[in-house]
């Protein structure tokens, strides 16, 4: 029997990358979305999968899904997941990030489900450690959707410690790749940029550009994803794992390896300066590697959009 596999978010750019790979590995999947992201242009349901059209806090109807379906394991990635967008609206990023996180557990706990994997945010970091971000170090809150996000971490931690569910907790960092979302001034920084260019328009860099991210391949954070629910080392449950590149770039790197014109704006309140994972951990307890370097990705689009035109 195939082993089955419920992704959460499963439409959207991460989630769908996920579903297409556990499809292609054999899983028979089920996805629960509610195409609520507002900077994704479209959503992408694999018709291999079941469709759930729904919101993660319905637990009336997440029920009926887990009691069908079965699943042998969950990944949630739906969240409420832009910085600007849960600042406008904290009650919706709590709603969905927290309540809607402690219904899959539930949902998880009581269907039998073998393994839960929750997709976090390296913006828990905050501003107060210095990089390379390590696992252990202490959270430094700055707006409501790492708040968000942190409470869900610990609310993995607790159905694993209290009720026995198996959980494992990933923080990514600036997530780039195939179906990055374009739609709106809150999508991606490499997605954007790419739009940009292509539409003949300047680069909008925030602030001075200096700014530093690790910049993170999405089918890195799918082999992250798969390496931890098909792993059989006991370390790996109830801890939580960077999962990154292991190198930064700056706002302004990025826009010359794109390469346009460049405009500046001002600067946004409640984030990071920089970020780098260390990937230490995730390396030794996962085996997890990074395989894709920006650079190369951004000249391989460029190199596919010239073969079209």
């Given at each position: 029997?195939?082993?089955?596999?419920l992704?959460?978010?499963?439409?959207?750019?991460?989630?769908?990358?996920?579903?297409?790979?556990?499809?292609?590995?054999?899983?028979?999947?089920?996805?629960?979305d509610?195409?609520?992201?507002?900077?994704n242009?479209?959503?992408?349901?694999?018709?291999?999968?079941?469709?759930?059209?729904?919101?993660?806090?319905?637990?009336?109807?997440?029920s009926?899904?887990?009691?069908?379906?079965k699943?042998?394991?969950?990944?949630?990635?739906?969240?409420?997941?832009?910085i600007p967008?849960?600042?406008?609206?904290?009650?919706q990023?709590?709603?969905?990030?927290?309540?809607?996180?402690?219904?899959m557990?539930?949902q998880?706990?009581?269907?039998?489900?073998k393994?839960?994997?929750?997709?976090?945010?390296?913006?828990?970091?905050?501003?107060a450690?210095?990089?390379?971000?390590?696992?252990?170090?202490?959270?430094?809150?700055?707006?409501?959707?790492?708040?968000?996000?942190?409470?869900?971490?610990?609310?993995?931690?607790?159905?694993?410690?209290?009720?026995?569910?198996?959980?494992?907790?990933?923080?990514?960092f600036?997530?780039?790749?195939?179906?990055?979302?374009?739609?709106?001034?809150?999508?991606?920084?490499?997605?954007?940029?790419?739009?940009?260019?292509?539409?003949?328009?300047?680069?909008?860099?925030?602030?001075?550009?200096?700014?530093?991210?690790?910049?993170?391949?999405?089918?890195?954070?799918?082999?992250?994803?798969?390496?931890?629910a098909?792993?059989?080392?006991?370390?790996?449950?109830?801890?939580?794992?960077?999962?990154?590149?292991?190198?930064?770039?700056?706002?302004l790197?990025?826009?010359?390896i794109?390469e346009?014109?460049?405009?500046?704006?001002?600067?946004r309140?409640?984030?990071?300066?920089?970020?780098?994972?260390?990937?230490?951990?995730?390396?030794?307890?996962?085996?997890?590697?990074?395989?894709?370097?920006?650079?190369?990705?951004?000249?391989?689009c460029?190199?596919?959009?010239?073969?079209?035109?």
């Amino acid at each position: 029997m195939n082993k089955r596999a419920l992704v959460t978010g499963g439409a959207g750019f991460i989630g769908s990358n996920l579903v297409d790979q556990l499809i292609a590995d054999g899983y028979e999947v089920a996805i629960i979305d509610n195409e609520s992201s507002t900077v994704n242009a479209e959503f992408y349901w694999n018709d291999k999968a079941e469709k759930h059209l729904i919101n993660i806090t319905d637990q009336r109807e997440c029920s009926k899904i887990f009691s069908k379906f079965k699943p042998d394991y969950v990944f949630h990635l739906a969240a409420h997941s832009r910085i600007p967008v849960a600042i406008k609206n904290p009650i919706q990023s709590c709603d969905v990030n927290v309540v809607g996180t402690c219904n899959m557990l539930q949902q998880s706990r009581e269907h039998g489900v073998k393994r839960f994997m929750f997709s976090s945010t390296s913006s828990v970091y905050g501003l107060a450690n210095e990089c390379p971000l390590k696992e252990d170090m202490p959270r430094d809150c700055l707006n409501p959707y790492s708040v968000s996000k942190a409470a869900a971490e610990e609310l993995c931690k607790m159905y694993y410690n209290l009720f026995d569910l198996e959980t494992v907790i990933f923080r990514y960092f600036n997530v780039y790749g195939e179906r990055q979302p374009l739609k709106g001034q809150y999508a991606p920084l490499i997605g954007i940029f790419q739009k940009q260019k292509e539409s003949g328009l300047p680069m909008t860099v925030v602030g001075d550009g200096e700014q530093r991210r690790d910049f993170t391949y999405v089918k890195d954070i799918v082999k992250a994803n798969i390496l931890a629910a098909e792993s059989d080392n006991v370390d790996i449950i109830g801890e939580i794992f960077n999962v990154g590149s292991g190198v930064n770039h700056s706002v302004l790197d990025v826009a010359n390896i794109i390469e346009g014109e460049t405009e500046f704006i001002p600067d946004r309140p409640g984030e990071a300066r920089e970020t780098l994972a260390d990937l230490t951990k995730s390396r030794k307890l996962l085996g997890y590697e990074p395989s894709v370097k920006l650079e190369d990705w951004i000249k391989y689009c460029e190199t596919i959009k010239s073969y079209e035109t």
